[in-house]
């Protein structure tokens, strides 16, 4: 691997354990509906692939204009839920605390929007860290899509090659490959049950987020 200069993340399950308010915004649409919640456990896989994906793994199927209104009630409610029950994986801070210390900057690539993902960086008390955010409506593309992660380079002044990205999710993993980024895959993450061995051979594996100073070292 390349010497790494600047690490990239995805959010919601590579430093965000966000299921619990997430899956929270699900079970109040269900309520809506006069639906029984249902489990974190069962529901939080699903919780990297942004409203939709959830109210599609955790709602009746339906037709497009009944989810377009479960998606508006689902963001009313998360856009004040956000930060309730999330908190920073286990490890994230002295991590993060580490680049910090050795001049290496970070930043974070997201598919949330900017109207939710900052009141949850100020809340974690992330958003004077950040070196940079991209969130999901910076740009017409979102991931996999690889501009996103170039923007973010950019952002930082490092070439792709030197920066990795981090992230539980296939999407995190297709982006930044076609980026031209080294690639770390989060298996602490929601979205990890879909990684293979032949998918992931060439990303660094992350058990938990001080695997990254070991990398960075």
């Known amino acids: 691997m390349n010497p790494v200069r600047a690490m990239l993340f995805d959010l919601d399950g590579t430093l965000l354990d966000s299921a619990p308010d997430l899956v929270g915004s699900l079970n109040w649409v269900r309520e809506s509906e006069s639906l029984p919640p249902l489990e974190l ?21 339906t037709d ?27 490890g994230v801070l002295e991590l993060l605390d580490y680049l910090d210390d050795a001049g290496v900057p970070w930043g ?16 974690a008390e992330l958003h004077n860290r ?14 996999p899509h690889p501009a996103p992660v170039r923007l973010a380079c950019g952002m930082l002044e490092v070439p792709e090659a030197t920066a990795i990205f981090v992230g539980d999710d296939i999407r995190d993993i297709e982006a930044g490959r076609a980026a031209g980024t080294q690639t770390a895959a989060v298996f ?9 061995e032949v998918f992931v051979r060439d990303s660094f594996p992350v058990h938990h987020p001080a695997d990254l100073t070991q990398l960075v070292r």
């Not at 991209?134 to 593309?141: A, I, M, N, S, Y």
Request: glycine share 6%; aromatic share 12%; hydrophobic share 40%.
């Open 130 to 143: 950040v070196a940079c955010v991209v969130c999901g409506d910076t740009l017409r593309e979102s991931k």
């Open 188 to 196: 602490y993450g929601y979205g990890s049950y879909e990684f293979d």
């Open 41 to 61: 456990k069962e529901m939080s896989r699903f919780a990297s692939r942004g409203a939709i994906g959830l109210l599609k793994a955790g709602m009746p199927q």
């Open 64 to 90: 497009p204009e009944t989810l377009e209104i479960w998606r508006r009630r689902f963001l009313e409610h998360y856009a004040v839920n956000s930060f309730r029950q999330s908190s920073l994986f286990h």
């Open 108 to 123: 974070i690539v997201t598919n949330k929007i900017e109207s939710l993902t900052v009141p949850i960086l100020e809340a």
